[in-house]
């Protein structure tokens, strides 16, 4: 476990009437030994929207999201310092089972397990306990219609998950993740592994699964932050430089280093 | 950033100024062609329609491959997007040119209906306004941009005027008033052409700035 400086919230004005932080970062510090990736980062992510993290390789972003379920522990021994919150509840504090339930992520890399189609999306709602066939089978089929894979492999459930087009089994990912029904997604450059095709499938899933999510994407892609997030943060060196609503980012940047990075002049 | 994007957003700010340009020029043989009464000067203002015509289309291919391929953003963008919106005003003022050179054309032979001061000063004052938001265009300038579109008024007052007058002219006089009528128009071209001045302004404050200044009492407040 590391360890954990709490700080005091800071009450802040929601950012819109209807926007409810569903996550906080409150001055949070990430150093793995000497070297601090993350620099005092606070950010507030609303419910119900598709937030991008973007910046340049090395800025601390999939540091950022990883610290949002904690997978960061498995990184390594690292110093977190600050506050980290879900729905108002330190997150540092929560147990990891149930944090990452409510806490699913998918990876830049699809990978699936060597299982079954079935098993994959099974896997999550067995290791909580579902045990019932039907209650299994009514998970399964929920996690793949969510995931937009329902009518194409409806007819293969047993067939191996490697079978599966790139494309697919990164929604087959996003299936296993939403099967224990999360309330936060965390995804790490989905779609840098996928062709224009299945990158547009899952930018319209992002915009069907925030009716019910709150979703957090890290992406290098800037028109893909710019076509389906809501809002848009820029780390550089481990620092918040700007964050805003997506279209403000994108037409009028309040930080010249937001500009010069998105229009590619950086550096 | 790839380089050849920079040339082409640095090629589309030097397409549309020299453009503006040529217009600009056009402004001043209109202007000249009617207070000089010269048919040759107001031949060469519709002689030079045809290029800024050919300019239009270049410039929005531009715009258009701009937006394809460089897929711009931030400020980048809002220049494509103004440039867009800029090409066609700066395209109709070459066109107002033109009307107002042909009509000059059917009023040079004729006796003077109207001091020529008072048309001179609405043409003048067009014309700087045209160039001011050119400039401001060029040189980034959001104070003259500003400048631009606060004396739009004046011109708009000053065009009621010399409506007024030649209506007065006209009941007056029923021999004057088809050329009365022609210079009725001829105001009313020089009018739009503030107009367009005006519009090339904000959306120089859009480029600049990036807030649409237009039909402010519909805007939220900055």
Known sequence: MPDSILIEPVMEAPLHPTDRARLRAENLRVAYGPKEVLKGVSLDIPANQVTAI??????????????????HELSGPAKVTGRIELDGRDLMAMREVELRRRVGMVFQKPNPFPKSIYDNVAFGPRLFGVRGRSDLDGAVEDGLRKAALWDEVKDRLADSAQGLSGGQQQRLCIARALAVQPEVLLMDEPCSALDPIATARIEELLF???????????????????????????????????????????????????????????? | MNRHYDE????????????????????????????????????????????????????????IDLLALGAPVARDLRLVASALKIIPEIERIGDHCCNIARRAKLLN???????????????????????????????????????????????????????????RRMLGDPLCIERASHLILVAKNWERIADQATNIAEEVLFILEGRNVKHPHLQDPP
């Open chain 2, 109 to 167: 032979p004729q006796p003077l209906v109207l001091p020529a001061e008072a048309m001179e000063r609405l043409g003048r004052d067009t014309r700087d306004m045209v160039r001011q938001a050119v400039d401001a265009f060029v040189r980034g300038d959001a104070a003259l941009a500003r400048a631009v579109i606060a004396a739009d008024d004046q011109v708009d007052t000053l065009y009621m005027d010399i409506y007024r007058d030649l209506l």
């Open chain 1, 208 to 267: 069907d699964l925030k009716r019910e999510l709150t979703i957090v994407i890290v992406t290098h892609n800037m028109q893909q932050a710019a076509r389906a997030s809501d809002r848009t943060a820029f780390l550089w060196l481990g620092e918040l430089v700007e964050e805003g609503p997506t279209e403000t980012i994108f037409t009028n940047p309040g930080k010249p280093m937001t500009e010069d990075y998105i229009t590619g002049r950086f550096g």
């Open chain 2, 8 to 63: 082409d957003l640095k090629h589309l700010r030097e397409g549309l100024t020299a453009m503006a340009g040529q217009v600009e020029w056009m402004l001043d043989l209109t202007l000249r062609s009617l207070l000089e009464r010269r048919d040759d000067l107001a031949d060469r203002v519709s002689a030079l329609d045809a290029s800024v015509d050919e300019q239009e289309l270049k410039l929005d291919k531009s715009c």
């Open chain 1, 54 to 71: 973007i910046g340049p390789s090395g800025c601390g972003k999939s540091t950022f999201l990883k610290c949002f379920n904690r997978i």
